[in-house]
C-alpha cells in the first residue's frame, strides 16, 4: 500500500465528507476508496471512520490521525515545490475562514487578484459567523474581527475595522434626532449578538468614556441582516463602517455622533500553531493586510 496515496485520500474523505465524491474527485470508484481506507485502518491497527448511513464522523484516533496527516502532507508538498524551484512555490490548495459578511464583502472580491498573481493556489473559502476550531475544520488561516481569546493560535494584526453609528433617514424621520449617545437609551438599537458586550455600547469624547446600555426591538448573528434593518427603518446600529460605506455614499444612511469616538476592532489573520504556516498561507496574509491598507471603506469616517 502507498502510505502517502492513502493518507491523501483519507484526508480527502474527511474533507469532502464522502467517500463517492473522493471517487468522482479521483476519477476511480467509491469500492476502491473504501478499500484504500480498509487497509490504511488495518495497518494502522484501528478504526479512523465511523460510519453510518446519513454522515460520515471521526472517531477519536481518526480525527487525531486527520490532524497530523494534514501536517505531514503539508510538509511533503512544500519539500516538492522546494526542490522544483529552489524555494517554496506559492501553490496548492488554500482553505480560508471567514465571518459571512467580511467574507462576501471584503475577502471574496479580492480573491481574483490574489489568484492572477499565484496562479498555482486553489481557494476553498470557508464562511461561518461562528469562530470555529481551526483544526477541525481544516482551515489554514481565519480572518477574524475582534480581540482574541485562544491564545493557541498564530496571530497577525492586518487591519482595523472602525465602526460608527448608523440610521436610516426613515426612521429618523419618525423619532427625534439623538444628538449624543446618552439619547440611544430612548431609541430602538438593533443588536449583532456575536459581540461579548452586544447591549452596551462605547463612546469617548474629549478623554471622557461613554457608556450606553442599549435595547431593541431585534438582535441577529449576521451582521448583513443588521443592515437589512438598518436600511428598512426599523432602528439604530453601531456597525463596522465597511458593512455601510456604500450606503453612507449614497445617503441611504447617516452616521450619527461624528464628534464621538467609537472602539475600533482588531482584524487578524489566525493560523494553527502546530501547523507550519505555508508560502500560500504567508503570500495570502500579506496581500490581504495590503489590501485592506489601501481599501477606503476600512478608513474612519472623517
Known amino acids: 500500500m502507498d502510505k502517502l496515496n492513502a493518507m491523501a485520500i483519507f484526508v480527502r474523505v474527511v474533507e469532502r465528507g464522502s467517500f463517492s465524491a473522493v471517487a468522482r474527485e479521483l476519477q476511480t470508484t467509491q469500492p476502491t476508496i473504501s478499500k484504500v481506507l480498509r487497509a490504511l485502518e488495518t495497518q494502522l491497527g484501528g478504526k479512523l471512520i465511523a460510519r453510518s448511513t446519513r454522515k460520515l464522523s471521526l472517531t477519536d484516533e481518526g480525527q487525531r490521525y486527520y490532524n497530523e496527516c494534514r501536517n505531514i502532507l503539508a510538509a511533503v508538498d512544500a519539500a516538492e515545490h522546494s526542490?522544483?524551484?529552489?524555494?517554496?512555490?506559492?501553490?496548492?490548495?488554500?482553505?480560508?475562514?471567514?465571518s459571512v459578511s467580511f467574507g462576501r464583502l471584503q475577502i471574496a472580491p479580492r480573491l481574483p487578484d490574489f489568484l492572477k498573481l499565484y496562479p498555482q493556489v486553489q481557494i476553498d473559502l470557508h464562511l461561518n459567523d461562528q469562530n470555529l476550531d481551526l483544526v477541525s475544520e481544516g482551515l489554514d488561516v481565519s480572518l477574524r474581527i475582534g480581540e482574541l481569546n485562544?491564545?493557541?493560535?498564530?496571530?497577525?494584526?492586518?487591519?482595523?475595522?472602525?465602526?460608527?453609528?448608523?440610521?436610516?433617514?426613515?426612521y429618523l424621520q419618525r423619532h427625534e434626532h439623538p444628538q449624543s449617545p446618552q439619547d440611544l437609551a430612548q431609541h430602538n438599537c438593533l443588536q449583532f449578538n456575536l459581540l461579548e458586550s452586544q447591549n452596551l455600547w462605547t463612546y469617548e469624547k474629549d478623554g471622557q468614556r461613554h457608556e450606553v446600555r442599549i435595547k431593541g426591538n431585534a438582535q441577529s448573528n449576521n451582521s448583513e441582516a443588521i443592515r437589512e434593518m438598518v436600511l428598512g427603518g426599523l432602528g439604530i446600529s453601531l456597525s463596522p463602517v465597511?458593512?455601510?460605506?456604500?450606503?453612507?455614499?449614497?445617503?441611504?444612511?447617516?452616521?450619527?455622533?461624528?464628534?464621538?469616538?467609537?472602539?475600533?476592532?482588531p482584524i487578524h489573520a489566525v493560523s494553527p500553531a502546530n501547523r507550519r504556516q505555508s508560502a500560500r498561507v504567508n503570500a495570502f496574509v500579506e496581500y490581504m493586510t495590503r489590501a485592506l491598507a489601501a481599501a477606503p471603506e476600512l478608513q474612519p469616517i472623517k
Open 83 to 98: 526542490f522544483q524551484s529552489g524555494r517554496e512555490t506559492v501553490a496548492g490548495a488554500l482553505r480560508i475562514g471567514s
Open 150 to 170: 485562544d491564545s493557541g493560535m498564530i496571530a497577525r494584526r492586518i487591519g482595523t475595522t472602525h465602526r460608527a453609528t448608523v440610521a436610516a433617514p426613515a
Open 242 to 265: 465597511w458593512l455601510f460605506s456604500e450606503d453612507l455614499k449614497a445617503g441611504r444612511v447617516i452616521a450619527l455622533f461624528q464628534d464621538y469616538q467609537t472602539r475600533s476592532l
